[in-house]
């Protein structure tokens, strides 16, 4: 199975500051990598997945962005936070061969909070 | 297109007593069918799922889920809840529409259990 690591687990951060998360993922190649956002009490949204290396599609407007460098390291980014921004934001992978069924692997995730 | 619709945004029982979760999904393929748990401040994990195989699926922690085509359903239940039982369960819905499985998620449901 595959493990994700995700850090860092909780971030407290000003307005307009930068954000970087960053996520790896251990046992597979050739993942496809989501990034999840969860505000509280809600349900998650979907932010970003990556089918490979440098392709990334958004699933919402908004002020982040996210990058994939290598195989299975994913990064989300902003330059500029909002209050909006903050939630709880979690990577997740999924396998792409060998039977895949869109069955996904967490990380533990990471709580950001913008004041 | 994919989509899921959990029934209920908050159910009740007490410890003991039978869980029923509800989830009905709408696919124009042969999907797989996902519910995880997610305790309070943790990323999610996998209950079961279902892949094709056996409609009637068992998962960890005594829960089980039958899929049932014809009502398009895959409610998730349990013949007697625990206290540990207490989180959000998510039922989710991925099939090959658009060539990649790219899951959908509910909204959630969140399971209370009184002692």
């Known amino acids: 199975s595959q493990t994700i690591h995700q850090w860092p687990a909780t971030l407290v951060q000003p307005v307009g500051s930068p954000l970087s998360l960053e996520c790896t993922v251990e046992g597979t190649s050739n993942p496809n990598l989501y990034w999840y956002r969860q505000a509280a009490g809600r349900g998650l949204q979907l932010l970003f997945y990556?089918?490979?290396?440098?392709?990334i599609s958004s699933e919402v407007p908004q002020n982040l962005s996210a990058s994939r460098p290598q195989d299975r390291q994913f990064i989300l980014s902003s330059k500029k936070l909002l209050l909006s921004d903050s939630g709880f934001y979690l990577c997740?992978?999924?396998?792409?061969?060998?039977?895949?069924?869109?069955?996904?692997?967490f990380g533990e995730g990471s709580r950001l909070t913008v004041l | 297109a994919q989509s899921v619709t959990q029934l209920d945004s908050h159910v009740s029982v007490s410890e003991g007593t039978p869980v029923l979760l509800r989830c009905n999904y709408s696919s124009s393929y042969s999907p797989s069918l996902f519910w995880y748990v997610q305790h309070p401040n943790k990323g999610l994990q996998l209950l079961l799922k279902?892949?094709?195989?056996?409609?009637l699926v068992k998962g960890i922690n005594g829960f089980e889920a039958e899929f049932k085509k014809s009502e398009t359903s895959f409610h998730l239940t349990k013949p007697s809840a625990h206290m540990s039982d207490a989180a959000e369960y998510f039922c989710?819905?991925?099939?090959?529409?658009?060539?990649?499985?790219?899951?959908?998620f509910g909204r959630g449901t969140s399971l209370i259990v009184h002692p």
């Open positions: 989710v819905v991925s099939d090959a529409s658009g060539g990649s499985y790219i899951p959908t």
């Open positions: 990556s089918v490979g290396i440098g392709q």
């Open positions: 279902y892949t094709s195989a056996a409609t």
């Open positions: 997740a992978s999924s396998r792409t061969s060998g039977g895949h069924t869109g069955e996904l692997f």
